[in-house]
C-alpha cells in the first residue's frame, strides 16, 4: 500500500493573456475552475487537491472563490510557477506532485489515477500523459497531467534557470534527455488534435457545447466526450486554428 502523500496542485489565475479571468467563466452554471477542482477531487489516488493562484491583487478573486467553497489555497510568484509549486508543495508535506492547470475543467479523474499508478508502477520522477510541443502527443488537450516526486520538483526549483522551465514548472524534468527517469503515457486512437483546454473565446464555445450536450452528468469520462465530440464534427471546427502554446512560450511581462 502507498504510504506517500500525493497532492493535486492546479495552478490558476485571471490575468490570462488570451482570455482574461478565464477560471472564473460560466460553464453549465459554474465557474471553469470548479469543475477543475470538482473532477480532480474523484480521483482515487489523491490525498489532497490545492489552488495555487499568485499574490497578484488581481487573482484576489480566485482566493475568495477557493475559500468560499472549501478549497485549500496558496499564493506565490506570478511567473516563476516552478517556485509557486515548490513552496505550495512544501507547505502541505505533499511526496508526490501533480500538475494540473485550471484551464482544463474536462479533466478526468480517472486519468490521473492512470498516471499516478504508472508513476509509481514504473518508479520513474516524472510521468505524464503528454509534453508540449514539439513532442507529439495522442490524448486531447486539456487532459494534461504530470507526475513528478517532490525531490524531482526540489531538485529543479534549485537548478532551472531558464525562463521557460520556471514558467512551465517541470520541463526541466524532461528537456534534457537522462537527467530524470521520465515516462510519457500514449493512447489509442490517437486524439492528439483534440482541444478541449480553455484559453479562448473559441474554446469556450465548444466546452460549453461539450457541458450542455452532457448534462445533467458531470461525471463523465473523456472517452464520453470524445464520442459526442465525434458525433458532431462541426464542433471540432470550432477551435481547430487556435494554436497552442509551445516549451518556450513565455509570457511576455516575465522578467526573471
Not at 487532459?143 to 534549485?158: G, I, K, M, N, Y
Request: proline content about 6%; aromatic content about 10%; overall charge negative.
Amino acid at each position: 500500500m502507498n504510504s506517500k502523500k500525493v497532492v493535486a496542485i492546479v495552478q490558476a489565475r485571471m490575468r490570462s493573456s488570451r482570455l482574461p479571468g478565464k477560471v472564473l467563466l460560466d460553464l453549465g452554471g459554474k465557474p471553469a475552475l470548479e469543475w477543475v477542482l470538482d473532477r480532480a477531487r474523484r480521483a482515487r489516488s489523491l490525498d489532497e487537491v490545492m489552488v495555487a493562484t499568485t499574490d497578484d491583487f488581481c487573482d484576489r478573486p480566485v482566493v475568495d472563490f477557493c475559500q468560499a467553497n472549501g478549497y485549500p489555497v496558496f499564493r506565490g510568484s506570478a511567473f516563476d510557477v516552478l517556485d509557486r509549486y515548490y513552496q505550495a508543495a512544501l507547505q502541505v508535506g505533499a511526496d508526490v506532485v501533480v500538475r494540473i492547470t485550471g484551464d482544463c475543467p474536462l479533466i478526468d479523474p480517472g486519468e490521473i489515477d492512470h498516471v499516478v499508478e504508472e508513476f509509481f508502477a514504473r518508479g520513474v520522477d516524472f510521468a505524464a500523459n503528454r509534453l508540449p510541443p514539439p513532442w507529439k502527443r495522442t490524448y486531447p488537450i486539456g487532459l494534461d497531467t504530470e507526475v513528478c516526486s517532490f525531490a524531482a520538483l526540489e531538485r529543479a526549483w534549485r537548478e532551472a534557470e531558464e525562463k521557460f522551465e520556471r514558467e512551465h514548472v517541470m520541463p526541466y524534468l524532461y528537456d534534457q534527455p537522462g537527467r530524470f527517469q521520465t515516462f510519457v503515457l500514449q493512447t489509442k486512437p490517437d486524439a492528439g488534435e483534440m482541444r478541449w483546454t480553455l484559453d479562448t473565446p473559441a474554446d469556450l464555445e465548444l466546452l460549453r457545447k461539450i457541458v450542455d450536450g452532457l448534462a445533467p452528468r458531470e461525471d463523465f469520462s473523456w472517452r464520453e466526450v470524445l464520442a459526442l465530440v465525434r458525433q458532431h464534427p462541426d464542433w471540432i471546427e470550432i477551435n481547430t486554428h487556435v494554436a497552442h502554446k509551445s516549451l518556450e512560450d513565455v509570457d511576455s511581462r516575465y522578467q526573471g
